[in-house]
C-alpha cells in the first residue's frame, strides 16, 4: 500500500511507516504523475484534489488534515468512487484563542470595556460555539446567526443577519466557504451588507478570505463604515492586498487555527480515518507529548484588576495577536513561509495559572475558559 502526504503536516513522520509506505513531498509536488501509484493522500488546503490532479490513479482515500474541503471536487470523489474525509473541529479551540487575544488587545489598543459591547458571531458551529463560550465568560453581550441551525432548531436564540447588522458593535464570521444555495457565503460581506453597518463597527475574519468581497470592503473602511478591521484570511491569498493590509488593526497570514494542539488533533483525525479505512489497527493513534512553550506557568496578581483585566492577562500570556501582525506587516512576501514555520502556540489548557490576591470568581472563570488554575 502507498500513501503521498503532504510534508508540511505535523507530527506525521513515523506514525505510518510501520504499516504502510509512505512518501512526503511539498504541496506543490503532488502532481498526478507523483499519485498515480498512490492508493491515498493525506493533503493540507494547498493541494487541490480535482480531476486533473485524481484522473487515471489508483487513489482510493483521500484526508485532509483541516477544517475546510474547499480544495477537494466532492462530486469527483463521488463519481469515482473515492472516500474523503476532513477534520471538522480539529483547530476550533485555537481559533477561538485567536479570537479572545483579538478581542482583548483590540479593547486594551482602543480603551474600551469588553463588557460594554455586544458580538455578533456569523456561524456557530465548532468554531463559532467556543467563541461565543469565551466572549460570555468576558461578560460581552453576544448574538448569535446561523441559518442552517435555524432550520435545524428553531429561531429561538438566534437573530437574522440584518439584526445582527442592527444591534452589534463587533461582528466575527465563523462561516465555511460555500459558492451556491440557501447558504451561499461567497461575497456575503458585499457592497450592500457593508453599506448597513452602524458606523464605527468592528469587523473580524477568520473563517475564508472569499468570505469578503475585498474592493467593498476597502470603501467601508474609506467611508469609515468599518473602524476597526482583524483579518485572518485574504482573498487570493497567499499574495494579498497591501492597502487591505495597511488599513487593518490586526493583519494576520491565516494562522488562527494554526495551534500545535490543532495541528496535532487535525493530523491524528486523519491518521484514524485512515487507518479505519485500510484496517491498519492504529484506530486509536495520536501524537506523543507536544512540545511546550518556554513558560507554562502564569503568575497574576489579581488586586488591581478587575475580572476582564485578569482574564485578558491570562489569554494574552498564551498568545499575543500583535507578534503575528507585526511579522506579516514586515515581510507580506514571505505570507506561505509564515504559515510553514509557525511558532509553537499552545491552547489554554496547556498553562497553569498562578493567581495573588484572587477575587470575583476570577479562578472559575479561568477554569471554564479551559485554563489549569493552582
Known amino acids: 500500500m502507498m500513501v503521498v502526504a503532504d510534508d508540511k503536516i505535523p507530527f506525521l513522520k513515523g506514525a505510518l511507516e510501520p504499516f504502510i509506505d509512505i512518501e512526503y513531498c511539498p504541496a506543490d509536488q503532488i502532481t498526478p504523475a507523483r499519485i498515480r501509484h498512490a492508493d491515498a493522500l493525506l493533503v493540507r488546503t494547498r493541494t487541490k484534489c480535482d480531476s486533473r490532479l485524481l484522473e487515471g490513479s489508483g487513489v482510493k482515500f483521500i484526508a485532509t488534515a483541516t477544517i475546510g474541503f474547499e480544495h477537494i471536487d466532492t462530486d469527483f470523489c463521488s463519481q469515482q468512487g473515492i472516500y474523503w474525509t476532513n477534520a471538522p473541529g480539529c483547530n476550533s479551540a485555537s481559533v477561538n484563542q485567536y479570537i479572545a487575544s483579538a478581542l482583548v488587545s483590540l479593547s486594551r489598543k482602543k480603551n474600551f470595556k469588553l463588557k460594554d459591547r455586544v458580538l455578533g458571531v456569523v456561524g456557530v458551529g465548532n468554531v463559532g460555539k467556543k467563541v461565543v463560550h469565551t466572549a460570555e465568560i468576558l461578560n460581552m453581550h ?13 429561531v429561538c436564540g438566534f437573530l437574522s443577519l440584518e439584526s445582527i447588522i442592527r444591534e452589534c458593535d463587533i461582528i466575527s464570521f465563523h462561516v465555511p466557504l460555500s459558492f451556491d ?19 464605527g463597527t468592528i469587523l473580524i475574519n477568520s473563517s475564508r478570505g472569499e468570505v469578503v468581497d475585498t474592493v467593498a470592503l476597502k470603501k467601508a473602511l474609506h467611508a469609515r463604515q468599518v473602524h476597526d478591521l482583524i483579518l485572518d484570511v485574504w482573498e487570493g491569498e497567499p499574495v494579498i492586498d497591501r492597502e487591505l493590509l495597511s488599513m487593518s488593526t490586526y493583519a494576520t497570514p491565516h494562522i488562527a487555527g494554526y495551534s500545535a494542539d490543532g495541528k496535532a488533533k487535525g493530523t491524528t483525525m486523519a491518521v484514524q480515518a485512515l487507518s479505519r479505512f485500510f484496517n491498519l489497527g492504529i484506530d486509536d493513534w495520536e501524537p506523543e507529548d507536544l512540545p511546550l512553550p518556554d513558560k507554562t506557568v502564569i503568575m497574576i496578581d489579581c488586586k488591581e484588576l478587575d475580572a476582564e483585566d485578569a482574564l485578558g492577562e491570562a489569554i494574552l500570556a498564551t498568545y499575543r495577536i500583535e507578534e503575528d501582525d507585526q511579522r506579516l506587516r514586515d515581510s ?22 498562578r493567581l495573588v490576591n484572587e477575587h470575583s470568581g476570577i479562578r472559575q472563570l479561568l477554569m471554564k475558559m479551559g485554563f489549569r488554575v493552582e
Do not use: C, W
Not at 453576544?142 to 428553531?154: A, F, H, K, Q, S
Not at 506561505?336 to 495559572?353: G, S, V
Open 332 to 353: 507580506v512576501e514571505t505570507f506561505e513561509k509564515q504559515r510553514e514555520n509557525y511558532p509553537l502556540r499552545r491552547e489554554f489548557p496547556a498553562f497553569m495559572i
Open 181 to 199: 444555495g440557501p447558504d451561499k457565503t461567497f461575497h456575503m460581506v458585499d457592497e450592500s451588507l457593508l453599506s448597513r453597518l452602524n458606523p
Open 142 to 154: 453576544v448574538y448569535l446567526n446561523d441559518p442552517p441551525r435555524v432550520r435545524n432548531e428553531g
